[in-house]
Every structure is written in C-alpha cells, then in structure tokens.
C-alpha cells in the first residue's frame, strides 16, 4: 500500500490553542513524526518598550505579560528593581504582595486545569472553575479596583492597603473555591476518559525537563522539588509554611495532580499570611480619618491653610480609592526618591507636590544606579526572572524577562513526537501557553 | 555558596579565561574569554563544585548606547537640574559597561543540586558577532541561541537551527539593537514602499 506522511497546521488560530501558535506536524497515519512550533505572532515588543519608558511606568506593561495572574508579574518587576536600587520595603508590603500573588496563582492554575479539562470534553468542569475564578478576581477588584490589567505594585509598596473586610471576603471565596476544587477532583480525577488521555502522555523525564530549562508545576510533575519560594526565597516566603507537591512520571496527569495541590497550598499560604500581617504602626482606618474632596484641599492648600487638612483624606477619583494617605505610609519604602507622596501632600505641601513632580516628570523619575541585576521569583507557570540593566538615567537600559512557558515551548517537540495527534492537545494544555510572556 | 566564593572558585578553575568579575547586589558574575566558552561552560555544568545543570536564561545586551541617551526633553534643557540619585548604596560598585566590546552574551545559570546562581557573560566586538553555541550541553539553549540571534544578530557557531523564532523570515535588521530604528518599514506590512 502506498503510505507518505502528511503535513498538518494546527493554529495559529485553532479552538485547542491557547492564543495564537502554530504547531506544523508531521503525521504517519495518526502518529507524530516530526513538529515545529512557531511562535511570534503576538510579538507585542515589551523589552523594546520597557527601554523607552519610566522604572514605574513599566507596571501596565507588565500586567500583559501573564494576564492570568499579573499580580505576579508586577512583584517580579518590581522586586527587581527594588534589588537595582538596593532599597528594602516594609514587612506589611511584602505580606500584602505574597497575599495577591498566591490568589493570582490560584486563579492562575483554575484557568489552566479548566482549560485543559474543557478541551478534553469536560465543559462543567471548566464553567465550574471559571465560577471559582470569579470569587478569586472579586478580591482581586476589591484590592486593587480592576480585574485584569491590574497595575497594583509600584517601585517601593504598592498601589494601596488591603481594604477593610477583605479577611471575610477572602475565607468566603476560599470556600467557594475549595468547594469546586473538590466537585472538579470527583468529576475529573477517576473520570476514565480524562485519565486515558491524560496518563501516558506528553511524557518527558526529569533530566529532558532540566536540560530544557524547564521550572515550575511542569518540572516539579517529573519529580523534581524546585521551588524558587522555597529554594531562594523572596519576600516573606520562608517564614511561611507550606509543601511543594511533586509527581512521579513526569506525564500531564501528574502536572494536573501537581496543580490541584498547588492550589490548596496557595490557599494555605494566603490564610497563613493573613492571620499574621503585621499591622502598620497607624494605619487609620479610613472611615475614622475625615474625607475632603481634593478640589477643596487644593483650594485650603493654596490660602496656606495646611492645618485643617492634614489630618484629612483625599477623596479623588472612585479608581484612586485606596491610595490615601494613612493607608499609603507604611506599605511603602522609606525612600522619598522612589515612592510617591499621599495625594495629601502632592496637593497640601511642597514638599509633596515636588516629590511628586520630581518622580512623574518626563525625564526625572526614578534614577538607580548604573548596573545590572537578575530577580527570579516564581510565576505560576514556573520561575519568571527579570533581568534588568540599567545606566543610571530615568529608564532602564534592558529589560529582559525569562518567561516559564519559553522553555516549555521549546521542549514540545520532545514531549510531542511519538504521541498521537489526539494527545497534543492535553499536553498544550498542560503547557499552560501565556502568548504575551512567550512573545515578549 | 556565597557568590564571593562561587566567583573565587570559578576563576581559581580557570585562570585565564575568566578576564573579570564582580558581586553587584550578590549576583555573581564571571566575564570569560569568547575563546575559551565552550571549555568553561562543560566544566561548570559537570564540575562537581559548581553543578550549573540548568541554564535560567540566555540573552544579550547591546551597550553601544550606554550612557549617551540624548537629553530625553524639554525639561532637562529647560534648566530644571535632572540630580542623581545620592545615598543609593555603592557597595560591591558595577565595574560598568565594557569598554571596547558592543555586545555581551548573558548566561544565567542555577545549580539544582547546590542551589547558587551564576552569571557569565561574554563580550563581543561589532564587527564579529559570533559566540559558540551551548545546544550540545542544555537543550534549552536552542530556542534560547535563536532569540538572541532573532533580536541582536549575534551568531552562534554550531546551532543546529539557527533561524529566526519571533520575526518572519523576511524581516531586514535586528529589532533590540541600540541603532535599529523603530519607525523602519519592514517587507510584507503595510503598502509596498
């Protein structure tokens, strides 16, 4: 019989891709001979960018990078440069930024196990855990006043303080997700269909896995225990308890079991972090401190009638909400030339108002020393690292960002040849392919 | 291993070929002979003292503009003094950008087993931008080599497929080099010229 191989383009545009890849394949019959996977069609030049503007005007850029959990991406960043700068934030800030990024992680892994379930033909599943997703990016609006392009951490602190109730809310959505956590183990776990295609497949060992570079639930899914929260802390990581599930067989059953752990370690962290935040010296409530609308503390502020207002809150704009003075001081760094002053004083004093001038004017900002550093902290994909030279002016010189799934990606060829067609696309799944972090 | 130690025990290895080293912020950093690379690189994933099994990251850096950004606006020219920042610690001070090479090739490494980071960089003149090629001892490098040569033009002897990864095939220059002009009309976009 006369057999010849066939050529097959999955993507870049295709219901199992996760954003827009092409994989062009080789097939015998059903079986995957060859595969090469093209990448670069969402190139969105985020290094090129991050060289034309400000250290703090990065932020929005890097919430496009993963936008599944940007919380994440934003910590990196700015953790980076808080290294550059050789500048250390208070405990309250580190506390607050590992509370918001566990909750990205989470939201992060229901995305990625929903996905992959859906694609496998388990549809509840996937509405179940966007359900979940929904509780997770509730708290996150809460905190940071949108869902998706977040922009929360800034050089020095982030944007605002955890705002009153977010405790209840947090245990509440906890439930909620725990609950689906659990209705997604039974449908899915013993599901003979969901563990035939997913046990077997995509299969790479641990040694492929290391020399590809690979970190994160993937590496850890092969047996190997390489945590950077655990491996090379950051923030206040290691004074927090937690356990780094591992697999044995290094196939996508093992990285989807790795990743229903992960998400009821994150918890355990988030409730572990909350019960023992420092509380800031103040941190005055903001219902307690008087609210004035900015325009009349700007017009106090211009007779010299500095008195009456300091004490007060700005009341600015619904989005600036969270940003007012008693709730800023003490989840920011010490540094007056890297974090901005309370709205209070860029309007109240010139102190202030010059602070404030001096980091947002074109061409000040905020100016590290010349030099370089490299960060690592662990995405939810794996270990996101920036790399971040800089020659002392108002911009940095290089931002390089070492993506998780990149590694991943180039592996696919070694994880893919030998399978079935039918078996890529729970190993894209697995893969947990975010375009705007391979691209860059 | 403290990256002080990790640097003296790296350069104790290779005498010649390491040409410099620093500890900015704790990263420890070695700048090795283009010559000697490949030499260096196998003793350091191999070498029971070092065990770099997993290559982090592999990119470049241009630095033919480093420290000439032309004055960004009006204000620096408006007579407002643009200051540098004062009382940034200059512990462990970067020795700077390096003074007769334009490129430099920048090896991230982590060490499973023994937990310490290394950096290595290579610098390369303008004019032969060419480095060997680490496919042989990490996989990952393969994707990694493309990038670096997509981005910087920066050859890598002995890739086994070093074409383009994030640009078409037919794009002309290397869009992260210091002089690529951005607003460049490229073949296949928009109106033919």
Known sequence: ?440 | MSAVSLIQAVRDRFPAAVTASHSFRGDATVIVARAALLEVMRSLKEDAVFQMNVLMDLTAVDFSAFGKKPSRAFFSSSGVAVRPSSGIPTLDPWPGPPADARFAVVYHFFSLPLKHRLRVEVLLQEDDPEVDSVTPLWAGADWLEREVWDMFGIRFRGHPNLKRILMYDEFVGHPLRKDYPVDKRQPLIGPVN
Not at chain 1, 92 to 109: A, L, N, P
């Open chain 1, 1 to 440: 019989m006369n057999t010849r191989e066939m050529l097959l383009n999955v993507g870049p545009a295709h219901p199992a891709m996760h954003g827009i890849i092409r994989i062009v394949t080789t097939l015998d019959g059903e079986r995957i001979v060859d595969i090469d996977v093209e990448i670069g069609y969402l190139h969105r030049g985020f290094e090129k960018m991050a060289e034309t503007v400000d250290y703090n005007g990065v932020m929005p850029y890097t919430d496009r990078l993963n936008y599944v959990s940007p919380l994440i991406n934003n910590m990196g960043y700015c953790m980076a440069v808080e290294k550059l700068l050789g500048m250390s934030v208070p405990d309250r800030c580190h506390y607050i930024r590992v509370i918001m990024s566990e909750i990205s992680r989470i939201s992060d892994h229901l995305t990625c196990v929903g996905a992959s379930a859906m694609e496998l033909g388990a549809f509840t599943v996937f509405l179940y855990m966007i359900k979940a997703r929904e509780y997770l990016w509730d708290l996150v609006e809460m905190v940071t006043g949108a869902r998706l392009t977040v922009t929360y951490c800034r050089v020095g602190g982030v944007k605002g303080d955890l705002p009153a109730g977010f405790d209840e809310a947090c245990a509440n959505a906890f439930k909620e997700t725990r609950l689906v956590i659990k209705e997604s183990d039974t449908l899915l776990t013993r599901n003979r269909i969901f563990v035939d295609r997913m046990s077997g497949t995509g299969k790479i060992s641990a040694e492929d896995a290391i020399s590809h570079g690979i970190t994160g639930p993937f590496l850890r899914g092969c047996g190997v225990a390489y945590d950077v929260r655990k491996d090379c802390p950051y923030a206040v990581y290691d004074r927090l308890e937690f356990d780094v599930p591992v697999g044995t067989r290094g196939d996508n059953l093992d990285r989807y079991m790795v990743r229903m752990e992960e998400m009821e370690q994150s918890m355990r962290i988030v409730e572990q972090a909350l019960r023992e935040i420092p509380d800031g010296p103040v941190l005055a409530s903001p219902d307690t401190a008087k609210p004035m609308p900015a325009a009349e503390m700007v017009d106090r502020a211009k007779v010299g009638n500095i008195r009456s207002i300091a004490d007060s809150v700005a009341v600015t704009d619904p989005t600036l909400d969270g940003a007012s003075k008693p709730l800023h001081l003490h989840i920011a760094g010490d540094e007056k030339r890297v974090f901005l002053p309370p709205k209070e004083d860029t309007y109240g004093n010139i102190e202030g108002l010059m602070q404030h001038f001096k980091l947002v004017m074109y061409g000040h900002g905020i100016q590290p020393p010349a030099g370089e550093v490299y960060f690592p902290v662990e995405g939810a994909n794996g270990e996101l690292g920036f790399y971040i030279v800089s020659d002392g002016s108002s911009s940095a010189y290089r931002v390089r960002v070492r993506p998780p799934c990149f590694a991943i990606m180039s592996a696919l060829p070694k994880l893919l040849i030998g399978d079935m067609i039918a078996d890529l696309t729970p190993t894209f799944g697995s893969v947990n392919m975010i375009g705007g972090e391979l691209d860059r």
